[in-house]
């Protein structure tokens, strides 16, 4: 399949990454859009957009079109994704370029379909997708066409996709309603009950990555944040450790714990062999969330590893099926609708 333009898009509930087909990762922008409310005109994407959340007069929406990885907003996301085409591909109309889009693993044929016509809706010519994890594999240079079994743990804004792997195919694979999203909420919610004090999500997601840890620290860490006394009604300082953010976080890390247990249990005993000596992959930002390695490492009694690409690693994956597309199709790792 040798089209002029070829494009892979990780459309991540927090981030979209843009991989374009011989110049590699093009653009990484938070998954914000933002729009004049009276004529339904997008002003702004991504980083640009993320900056106007919670400071826009009442006729411009900061809006995130996706939630839980899946579209929840459609005309916002093919605005979007129109908006994405212009930037990296130009504003010509005579090429239609092909499009392979991430979607988590646990998606309906309805928003898989959902996401192919925003896509077409948006100016894009052929339009496929590819699992989450299934990319996040390839990106990360595992060994998934041989016989021998594989685990990739992808840790999203919006979902945690848990596959294994073997003979190129996904074997057994799992998606979470839970990541990066879930852990600055818990945040929030926190600073809220224990010290009256209301917070944005961006803040959340600064402490979270600050101070933010699964397991404890040889060091521990403190920072100070400010928010909105919620007696008073005045802005307030206060100082948070990371012992006391570890707690907060612990119900998201718990669950995505535990569903990799349960993924670990439902797999082939040859398979589980496999993943015993070759370890588990973890990748997507919440991968870099500090001693989750360790914590599921100590709960499944298997090494883990972060993958040297996290963040990128599903967006490197669409790239590098792009450039054997036909390969990769007939595999049935894509879906085309």
């Not at 990454?17 to 702004?44: H, S």
């Not at 996706?66 to 994704?81: E, N």
């Not at 809220?192 to 944005?200: K, P």
């Not at 101070?211 to 909105?228: D, K, T, V």
Request: aromatic share 4%; hydrophobic share 40%.
């Amino acid at each position: 399949m040798k089209l002029a333009r070829e494009i892979g898009i990780d459309l991540g509930t927090a981030n979209i990454l843009v991989y374009r087909r011989g110049k590699g990762i093009v653009l990484m922008e938070p998954t914000v859009v933002a729009m004049d409310t009276t004529n339904k005109r997008v002003l702004a994407v991504g980083n640009a957009a993320r900056d106007l959340i919670g400071r826009t007069p009442g006729h411009i929406q900061a809006i995130r079109p996706l939630k839980d990885g899946v579209i929840a907003d459609y005309t916002t996301t093919y605005k979007m994704l129109e908006f994405l085409r212009k930037k990296t591909c130009g504003s010509s109309q005579f090429f239609r370029p092909t499009v392979l889009i991430c979607v988590p693993s646990g998606v309906t044929n309805v928003e898989r379909r959902a996401v192919v016509k925003a896509a077409h809706a948006a100016g894009f010519g052929h339009a496929m997708t590819i699992e989450e994890p299934m990319a996040a594999a390839i990106g990360c240079g595992l060994a998934i066409a041989s016989p021998t079994g594989n685990m990739v743990v992808d840790i999203g804004g919006g979902t945690t996709d848990i596959a294994v792997f073997s003979f190129g195919g996904i074997v057994i694979s799992h998606s979470l309603r839970v990541g990066g999203n879930k852990m600055d909420e818990a945040i929030v919610r926190h600073i809220r009950n224990v010290y009256s004090l209301a917070i944005g999500e961006q803040t959340a997601e600064e402490v979270k990555i600050r101070i933010g840890s699964a397991f404890p620290l040889e060091q521990e860490l403190r920072m100070n944040i400010r928010g909105r006394d919620l007696v008073a009604g005045l802005p307030k300082t206060i100082e948070v450790t990371s012992e006391e953010i570890r707690e907060a976080l612990t119900e998201p890390v718990r669950q995505i714990a535990e569903k990799l247990c349960s993924v670990l249990e439902e797999t082939p005993p040859e398979l589980a062999s496999d993943i015993i000596q070759s370890g588990i992959t973890l990748t997507g930002g919440g991968s870099l969330l500090r001693g989750i390695d360790r914590l599921l490492e100590n709960v499944t009694e298997i090494p883990v590893r972060v993958a040297d690409n996290a963040l990128h690693s599903v967006a490197i994956g669409t790239g590098r099926a792009l450039e054997q597309i036909d390969q990769i199709v007939r595999s049935g790792a894509v879906s085309k609708l």
